[in-house]
């Protein structure tokens, strides 16, 4: 597996410092370019293969009335992602990413984790699978979205299985949920957690929640941190996902950005207990990887200024 190269942040610190700014000038952009450094292990990093994953899936708590639309859009959004008409592909196309949509047997939900198990071991072992799959070893950044009916109800319970707290600090209205469709978000996820209260690994407390997307993520972000590529992470619901890992290692996200700070509810929380820090806050909480998409615009911005810079001696300064 490999790990942050100490020396090559390092060296992109020192470059950074005789750039002709005033040192921290640039703010989290500095903060990028040596994050990006760090995991592609040279001190001019770059960004020239960037692929974006969309992960797609339908989840069995729909039963439960947690979502105004039903269970069918996923699969229509995912021919929109096909047909290139949704926001990801306008925004990826303007990032320069590549865009991959993954659908995992739309067709079959997974279990209403009220009722049981979301995923028996082997579904949850071949979604892993799949997210490790489709991850590109030559690129040099990695974008992670999703796409389901439901899933922000998903989120809510691997959040609160992972980090704690009652179904109130995590459920929001995701897709546009009225007072209705929210009580009934928030009775689902008390159930959920009433009856998987003993969930204490990340492959429990996945096989007990979660969507074969959001189980794909995991894998998709295992596999980045064995290549040492760098992964912005979604908002609200892939964060929750990709954090799950952290029960078994507080590490495991080192390698992960959080792309933007959704407004969805609960998301600062997440994003305070995993001790990140979104790179953009735009009140943005469509999914689809979008708020990725947006913060591959402003990394490409930090390794530009980074990259090619003069340096105070290059501009005879000083």
């Known amino acids: ?3 942050f190269d100490q020396t090559a942040a390092q060296a992109a ?3 950074q410092d005789q750039l002709t700014k005033p040192p921290g000038s640039l703010g989290r952009l500095e903060e990028l370019a040596v994050f990006m450094a760090g995991w592609q292990g040279r001190e001019r990093p770059k960004i020239e293969r960037a692929q974006a994953l969309v992960f797609a899936g339908n989840h069995g708590v729909t039963r439960q009335g947690v979502n105004p639309f ?3 859009v996923t699969a229509q959004m995912v021919e929109n992602f096909r047909q290139g008409g949704a926001a990801i592909n306008q925004l990826c196309r303007l990032a320069g990413a590549g865009l991959q949509v993954i659908a995992l047997d739309l067709d079959r939900p997974t279990g209403d984790f009220t009722e049981g198990m979301a995923m028996e071991v082997d579904e949850l072992v071949a979604a892993i699978q799949t997210g490790k799959n489709a991850v590109d070893p030559e690129a040099d950044v990695i974008l992670l979205g999703e796409m389901g009916i439901g899933n922000s ?5 691997l959040a609160a299985a992972t980090f704690g707290g009652s179904a109130e600090d995590w459920v929001g209205r995701g897709t546009g949920a009225d007072d209705e469709v929210l009580a009934n978000k928030l009775r ?3 159930a959920g957690l009433r009856r998987h209260k003993g969930a204490a690994t990340a492959a429990s407390i996945l096989g007990s929640y979660g969507g074969r997307e959001q189980a794909a993520i995991c894998g998709a972000v295992i596999r980045a941190r064995e290549l040492g590529i760098p992964v912005i992470l979604d908002g609200f619901i892939c964060s929750a996902a990709a954090g799950v890992l ?3 290692d507080r590490n495991a996200l080192d390698h992960c950005l959080i792309g933007h700070e959704s407004a969805e509810t ?3 929380r997440l994003i305070a207990v995993m001790q990140k820090k979104p790179v953009v806050t735009l009140d943005m909480r469509l999914g689809e990887g979008t708020g990725a998409a947006v913060a591959l615009m402003i990394l490409r911005a ?3 200024c980074h990259n090619g810079m003069a340096t105070f001696a290059e501009a005879g300064i000083g």
């Open 13 to 15: 610190r020192d470059r």
């Open 1 to 3: 597996m490999k790990e």
């Open 302 to 304: 930090a390794l530009e």
């Open 246 to 248: 952290l029960v078994n």
């Open 70 to 72: 039903p269970v069918e």
């Open 266 to 268: 609960g998301h600062r």
């Open 153 to 157: 109800t998903v989120a809510a319970a």
């Open 188 to 190: 689902a996820v008390e």
